[in-house]
């Protein structure tokens, strides 16, 4: 099993930042993938970035290209959102996913709301 828990959101101004941050515990395995999701009031969940956790390629939603960053620390356990250019169609849940390519485990969201 493994644990995970987001943090760092908030309300923030059109064209702002913010960085989130997604502690993991439990049993990590080395080629699991570290992701971030989203999902928006009356929308379906979107993928917003990845990142392997050996070797640190990383993967991005075409949405956010450009604008936001993904890394980890792998030995804090640690994985990182760093969000800027912030737009109001980024407000969301975002959620912290990690696992194999299903991602088997979730965090339970942190909410973002950039206001216009």
């Known amino acids: 099993q493994v644990q995970l828990v987001e943090s760092g959101g908030g309300l923030v101004h059109a064209g702002g930042s913010l960085r989130l941050s997604c502690a993991a515990s439990?049993?990590?395995?080395?080629?699991?993938?570290m992701g971030w999701f989203r999902r928006a009031p009356g929308k379906e969940r979107e993928f917003v970035a990845a990142i392997r956790r050996s070797g640190g390629s990383t993967y991005y939603g075409d949405s956010v290209k450009g604008r936001f960053s993904i890394s980890r620390d792998n030995a804090k356990n640690m994985v990182y959102l760093q969000m800027n250019s912030l737009k109001p169609e980024d407000t969301a849940v975002y959620y912290c996913a990690s696992g194999g390519a299903s991602y088997d485990y979730w965090g339970q969201g942190t909410q973002v709301t950039v206001s216009s």
């Open positions: 439990g049993r990590i395995d080395n080629r699991y993938m």
